[in-house]
């Protein structure tokens, strides 16, 4: 079981804007930012939001992040196909003293 | 090219030890605090252990402790793993991870901003 909630599965058309979420706690969404990461298909995670909703230079602004209060959220616009993978959130545990990830939204792009 | 990259993966039997490593290139590594991160077939991301960039300063999930060490070697740009008394449910691809922007381990602006491929261990007789 994951620190933090995140629905497992999303799908869109290609165009589409998409939304998914992630809940957490005080000890961590609360108090702390939330990072995305884009898992494609075998291989490693890549950061696509920081600090809720800073974008890293190289991806794209289609990608948008918002956090409020114990819950977070990934905003996608104008899906396209090599966008389909697996988005973790992740945020800073006061109680772990690390990190927790959310179990991961497998993205579908129909 | 800024990278990290895992080795020493493979099959390991239950109570046995492996030793990862990440080689760091690209960057300098000490300046920055690195991690492990797990992922079991079909699971999410945990976070295993991370150090300071002058390795003076471990930390460990609560899964993993007293069983594995990090460490790093700064003059080799390498950060390892040394896995001892291992489980079946150690069984994972094991990504190291590098800290954005600074040398400790600490909430204040947290997150990895660069992941190796992963290597992948399994715990098995």
């Known amino acids: 079981q994951s620190v933090l909630t995140q629905p497992p599965s999303a799908s869109g058309t290609p165009g589409q804007r998409v939304t998914m979420s992630c809940s957490g706690s005080?000890?961590?969404?609360?108090?702390?930012?939330v990072s995305w990461h884009q898992q494609l298909p075998g291989t490693a995670p890549k950061l696509l939001i920081y600090?809720?909703?800073q974008r890293p230079s190289g991806v794209p602004d289609r990608f948008s992040g918002s956090k409020s209060g114990t819950s977070a959220s990934l905003a996608i616009s104008g899906l396209q196909s090599e966008d389909e993978a697996d988005y973790y959130c992740?945020?800073?545990?006061?109680?772990?003293?690390?990190?927790?990830f959310g179990g991961g939204t497998k993205l579908t792009v129909l | 090219e800024v990278q990290l990259v895992e080795s020493g993966g493979g099959l390991v039997q239950p109570g046995g030890s492996r030793r990862l490593s990440c080689a760091v290139s690209?960057?300098?590594?000490?300046?920055?605090?690195m991690s492990w991160v797990r992922q079991a077939p079909g699971k999410s991301l945990e976070w295993v252990s991370a150090?300071?960039?002058?390795?003076?300063?471990?930390y460990y999930a609560d899964s993993v402790k007293g069983r594995f060490t990090i460490s790093r070697d700064n003059s080799r740009n390498t950060l390892y793993l040394q896995m001892d008394s291992l489980r079946a449910g150690d069984t994972a691809v094991y990504y190291c991870?590098?800290?954005?922007?600074?040398?400790?381990?600490?909430?204040?602006?947290?997150?990895?901003?660069?992941w190796g491929r992963g290597t992948l261990v399994t715990v098995s007789s």
């Open positions: 992740a945020a800073w545990d006061d109680s772990l003293n690390g990190p927790v």
């Open positions: 690209g960057f300098t590594s000490s300046t920055y605090a």
């Open positions: 150090i300071v960039g002058d390795g003076s300063s471990t």
């Open positions: 991870a590098k800290r954005a922007g600074y040398f400790d381990w600490s909430p204040f602006k947290w997150y990895f901003d660069l």
């Open positions: 005080s000890s961590n969404i609360g108090s702390n930012g």
């Open positions: 600090n809720n909703n």
